[in-house]
Each structure stands twice: as structure tokens, then as C-alpha cells.
């Protein structure tokens, strides 16, 4: 299943920008106009204006993308973003502000295209294809996520990752209604126990095809190039989250009956608080290609 990997994560300098809160955003799929607009309001530097830039008058064709490619450049330079100095797997945390559910554990790293691609990218919106593609050539870096589903029956994957974070200091964030803590963490033989268990799971669902998609295309347009392939073209930054004392299949069954009026692709919230798939992951950490 999942060939996971640690990296060097690119993380907003909170010397720079003050709280987290606000410079996160929602995966572009959440984003409404109005969102959009409120989102601009929060900080100069908050995540949409580089995942979901906004149309301005006069912009043509490609414009809106590249205003968000300039911005992202700018805030490298500037120190609005930084590099970590070793790989790691960023261990996270999320929970209901009010506490009605258990936390969920899960972890950011980069995964293997190939090991993630026995979903069909060609039900996802063709467009938000087009304009993640977009970014990651002109970037050179993959900005949101691809999120996926593990399952862990056995809390095998949960119990590690509580076990790694366990009385350390996290980076913490809340929006949307969710508590976020963030670990960094670059222990090799932690990396080493994780990436066997990822290997090791069965069941795995993706939630989000556009970002799974347009890396794919990336891949084979590097394949396909005279020029040499770019390392990390064959990884995808992934959100895993893990599904814990339940089997995949029937916790999917159950999100299938929530909306089926609602035929775009997006995050997934399960029933009878079982477990919810963050819905602000934008900005936590993204992945710059060596």
C-alpha cells in the first residue's frame, strides 16, 4: 500500500506571520467566493492566495495562477516561509473544538504515486486538474495535499504515532470548528516503523482525486521530457489519516449516505462521530521539490 517517505517540509515562519490560524486555508474544493474573500481578509500572506487565488479585474487566461506562483516565490524570499533542515514525518492531531468526537491521528508525508493510483483520477473535476498542474510546474512543489484513508483496524498505526508524540510540544492551530497540533518528527527508526506499517495496510481510500491526478500527469510529463526527471516527481504530498477499529468499507458506506446530492469530489465527514477528515490542511506543510 502507501510507499511513504520523509522530506523536508516548507512551514510558514510563525516569526513572521504570528498565529497559524491565520494563514491556513481550506482545501480549494471548501472554498466559496465569500470564503474566499474572508479568507484574504485574515492575513496578507494566508494560504489562498497561493491554493485558490481570486480572479482580479483584468486578468486573462493564465493570470490568476501565476499571481499565485509570484506570491509563492516572493514569500520564500521573503522568509514568510521556511525550509526544515531535516527530513521528517509531520505527525498531526485533530479533534471538534467542542470534544464530541475522539481525536484523530494521522500524519503528512510524501507517498509514491504508483502506490496511491489504484483510484480513478478521471472522476475527478477536470479543471481543478488544470489548475494544480499548473502550480506544481511553475512552483515546483506540491501545495495541497492528496488525502488518504488508512485502515487501521488494529490501531497499530494510531498507537505508534501517540506513543512518538507522547509529553512533546506541538505547533497547534484552530479553525473551522477543529483543533489541529502538528508534530515534527525525524527519528530515523520511528520513519523506519512507520513506513512498514503504511506497507502494510490493506484497505486505503482517496479522498481527493484532483491532487493525486494532476501529480500523475506531472510524473509522466517529466517521464516524458528530454530533461532530467526531477527527484521527488515520482511523490505526492499525502495527508494519511488513520481509520481505527473499523473497516474501511463500512465506514465509507456510511459517508456515501450523507450527501449523495453533492457530486463534487471533497473532503469526507463520516456519521455518528466516527471520524472527520480535517478540512483545513492547506498551508501546514508543503513539499519543494530537490
Given at each position: 500500500?502507501?510507499?511513504?517517505?520523509?522530506?523536508?517540509?516548507?512551514?510558514?515562519?510563525?516569526?513572521?506571520?504570528?498565529?497559524?490560524?491565520?494563514?491556513?486555508?481550506?482545501?480549494?474544493?471548501?472554498?466559496?467566493?465569500?470564503?474566499?474573500?474572508?479568507?484574504?481578509?485574515?492575513?496578507?500572506?494566508?494560504?489562498?492566495?497561493?491554493?485558490?487565488?481570486?480572479?482580479?479585474?483584468?486578468?486573462?487566461?493564465?493570470?490568476?495562477?501565476?499571481?499565485?506562483?509570484r506570491?509563492?516565490?516572493?514569500?520564500?524570499?521573503?522568509?514568510?516561509?521556511?525550509?526544515?533542515?531535516?527530513?521528517?514525518?509531520?505527525?498531526?492531531?485533530?479533534?471538534?473544538?467542542?470534544?464530541?468526537?475522539?481525536?484523530?491521528?494521522?500524519?503528512?508525508?510524501?507517498?509514491?504515486?504508483?502506490?496511491?493510483?489504484?483510484s480513478?483520477?478521471?472522476?475527478?473535476?477536470?479543471?481543478?486538474?488544470?489548475?494544480?498542474?499548473?502550480?506544481?510546474?511553475?512552483?515546483?512543489?506540491n501545495?495541497?495535499?492528496?488525502?488518504?484513508?488508512?485502515?487501521?483496524?488494529?490501531?497499530?498505526?494510531?498507537?505508534l504515532?501517540?506513543?512518538?508524540?507522547?509529553?512533546?510540544?506541538?505547533?497547534?492551530?484552530?479553525?473551522?470548528?477543529?483543533?489541529?497540533?502538528?508534530?515534527?518528527e525525524?527519528?530515523?527508526?520511528?520513519?523506519?516503523?512507520?513506513?512498514?506499517?503504511?506497507?502494510?495496510?490493506?484497505?486505503?481510500?482517496?479522498?481527493n482525486?484532483?491532487?493525486?491526478?494532476?501529480?500523475?500527469?506531472?510524473?509522466?510529463?517529466?517521464?516524458?521530457?528530454?530533461?532530467?526527471?526531477?527527484?521527488?516527481?515520482?511523490?505526492?504530498?499525502?495527508?494519511c489519516?488513520?481509520?481505527?477499529?473499523?473497516?474501511?468499507?463500512?465506514?465509507?458506506?456510511?459517508?456515501?449516505?450523507?450527501?449523495?446530492?453533492?457530486?463534487s469530489?471533497?473532503?469526507?465527514?463520516?456519521?455518528?462521530?466516527?471520524?472527520r477528515?480535517?478540512?483545513?490542511?492547506?498551508?501546514?506543510?508543503?513539499?519543494?521539490?530537490?
Amino acid at each position: 500500500m502507501p510507499n511513504i517517505q520523509a522530506f523536508r517540509g516548507l512551514r510558514y515562519n510563525l516569526g513572521h506571520v504570528g498565529e497559524l490560524e491565520a494563514v491556513l486555508a481550506p482545501a480549494p474544493r471548501f472554498i466559496a467566493a465569500d470564503d474566499q474573500n474572508e479568507l484574504y481578509k485574515k492575513h496578507p500572506c494566508n494560504f489562498v492566495r497561493l491554493n485558490c487565488n481570486r480572479t482580479e479585474p483584468g486578468d486573462v487566461g493564465g493570470d490568476r495562477l501565476e499571481r499565485a506562483v509570484r506570491y509563492f516565490r516572493n514569500w520564500q524570499r521573503e522568509g514568510v516561509f521556511e525550509r526544515d533542515g531535516e527530513a521528517a514525518i509531520y505527525v498531526i492531531q485533530v479533534e471538534e473544538e467542542n470534544g464530541d468526537t475522539s481525536p484523530s491521528m494521522g500524519f503528512i508525508s510524501i507517498a509514491g504515486i504508483d502506490s496511491l493510483s489504484s483510484s480513478h483520477p478521471e472522476a475527478a473535476d477536470r479543471s481543478a486538474i488544470d489548475s494544480e498542474l499548473h502550480l506544481i510546474k511553475r512552483c515546483e512543489a506540491n501545495l495541497n495535499p492528496v488525502t488518504v484513508l488508512l485502515e487501521d483496524f488494529d490501531a497499530k498505526i494510531e498507537l505508534l504515532l501517540t506513543a512518538q508524540v507522547a509529553n512533546k510540544a506541538p505547533v497547534q492551530a484552530e479553525a473551522n470548528g477543529l483543533k489541529f497540533k502538528l508534530w515534527i518528527e525525524n527519528d530515523l527508526h520511528f520513519i523506519s516503523s512507520l513506513s512498514a506499517l503504511a506497507a502494510s495496510v490493506e484497505h486505503m481510500a482517496i479522498a481527493n482525486l484532483e491532487s493525486l491526478a494532476a501529480a500523475e500527469e506531472y510524473k509522466k510529463s517529466c517521464s516524458d521530457s528530454s530533461n532530467d526527471v526531477v527527484p521527488q516527481s515520482d511523490s505526492v504530498l499525502s495527508c494519511c489519516m488513520c481509520v481505527s477499529g473499523l473497516r474501511l468499507s463500512e465506514i465509507l458506506d456510511q459517508a456515501a449516505t450523507l450527501d449523495s446530492t453533492n457530486t463534487s469530489p471533497k473532503l469526507i465527514e463520516f456519521a455518528d462521530g466516527l471520524i472527520r477528515i480535517p478540512v483545513i490542511l492547506s498551508g501546514l506543510v508543503v513539499n519543494v521539490f530537490d
